[in-house]
């Protein structure tokens, strides 16, 4: 399958400040990528929906001005948690697909964590 | 609303025996059931679809349209099937996807 890949792994950060995550796909044009949230022992959530060149699309209950999504390229999406607190403490999980109506394949994911 | 709803947290079974995941949904269309496999320390992977109807590691799925039900089975676990299995909805074709809460498997010896 395709390449997702997913920057940093792991990350910690202060409180009140903001953490940029980035998501790629390394061998295919991603015109779809999804965020996904997961807490400990849970499943995982769906935040956003992006498209390339478009605003994302949120899901309810999701603070789109807390968690800014960026799809400016085709193989390029990042979200940025802005002024984290510890409840922000999460794993970030993206994935990407191609055209419409193919597999989103996803990444490795991303451990944030907020001191 | 549209829901995934996986039962059992925790499946043991042991090597060789038969495994059975449940899955059930509610949703008022036609949807795409899927199951994703997370193993240790790796990321989440597709392991079945249920309009390909194929057996992928010897894993098989039915969608049961009646009872709403997407239960994954496998007559003879092995100790590489232990990880986590996810049951997913999509109510587009590879849409957005809406997870179950998950069923950890492990097989021992």
């Known amino acids: 399958g395709a390449v997702v890949s997913q920057h940093p792994s792991w990350v910690i950060c202060k409180s009140g400040t903001s953490v940029k995550i980035e998501c790629r796909s390394l061998d295919f044009q991603a015109t779809t990528m999804f965020w996904y949230r997961q807490f400990p022992k849970q499943s995982l959530m769906l935040m956003a929906t992006s498209n390339e060149g478009s605003k994302a699309t949120y899901e309810q209950g999701v603070e789109k001005d807390k968690f800014l999504i960026n799809h400016a390229s085709l193989t390029l999406s990042t979200l940025t948690v802005t002024s984290a607190h510890p409840e922000d403490s999460s794993f970030y999980i993206c994935?990407?697909?191609?055209?419409?109506?193919?597999?989103?394949?996803f990444g490795q994911g991303t451990r944030l964590t907020v001191v | 609303a549209q829901r995934v709803t996986q039962p059992e947290k925790l499946l043991s079974v042991f090597k060789g025996a038969p495994v059975e995941l449940k899955c059930n949904y509610s949703?008022?269309?036609?949807?795409?059931l899927f199951w994703y496999v997370q193993y240790s320390r790796q990321r989440l992977q597709l392991l079945l679809r249920h309009i390909s109807r194929e057996s992928i590691k010897g894993f098989t799925a039915d969608l049961n349209k009646g009872e709403t039900s997407f239960h994954l089975k496998k007559p003879f676990a092995q100790e590489e099937d232990s990880a986590m299995y996810y049951c997913a909805l999509s109510a587009r074709s590879w849409g957005k996807l809406q997870f179950g809460a998950g069923t950890q498997v492990v097989v021992t010896p």
């Open positions: 949703y008022s269309g036609s949807p795409e």
């Open positions: 994935s990407a697909r191609g055209s419409r109506g193919t597999e989103a394949f």
